[in-house]
């Protein structure tokens, strides 16, 4: 059992900065995979970004490619999304998720535990 906390988001102009932070539990997290998905009001849940187990492979969709980094601290079983350049759809509860596949996959069906959300809102 992994438990995951976020933290990090708020309320940001278009063109702004966040930074999420996902705090696990548990003492095999550089084992997972880690990613990042959102879910705007009135669309299904959707990969925004990805990290290998040690950090050494990333994967982003391409609407955030570019502006978004995610990244990961095993000792400290931490993972981040730096998200810089914000639109307003990029507004959207944001979810940390682990996956117990060897890679990064994109479908939330690979992920196998769920934080509570973070809410991020980036108006124009």
């Known amino acids: 059992q992994v438990q995951l906390v976020e933290s990090g988001g708020g309320l940001v102009q278009a063109g702004g900065s966040l930074r999420l932070s996902c705090a696990a539990s548990?003492?095999?997290?550089?084992?997972?995979?880690m990613g990042w998905f959102r879910q705007a009001p009135g669309k299904e849940r959707e990969f925004v970004a990805g990290?290998?187990?040690?950090?050494?492979?990333?994967r982003y969709v391409d609407s955030v490619s570019g502006r978004f980094t995610i990244s990961r601290a095993n000792a400290e079983n931490m993972v981040y999304l730096q998200m810089n350049s914000l639109k307003p759809e990029d507004t959207a509860v944001y979810y940390c998720?682990?996956?117990?596949?060897?890679?990064?996959?994109?479908?939330?069906?690979?992920?196998?535990?769920w934080g509570q959300g973070t809410q991020v809102t980036v108006s124009s």
């Open positions: 990290i290998s187990r040690r950090g050494s492979s990333t």
């Open positions: 548990g003492r095999t997290f550089s084992s997972y995979v």
């Open positions: 998720a682990v996956s117990r596949q060897a890679v990064i996959r994109t479908s939330s069906n690979e992920y196998n535990y």
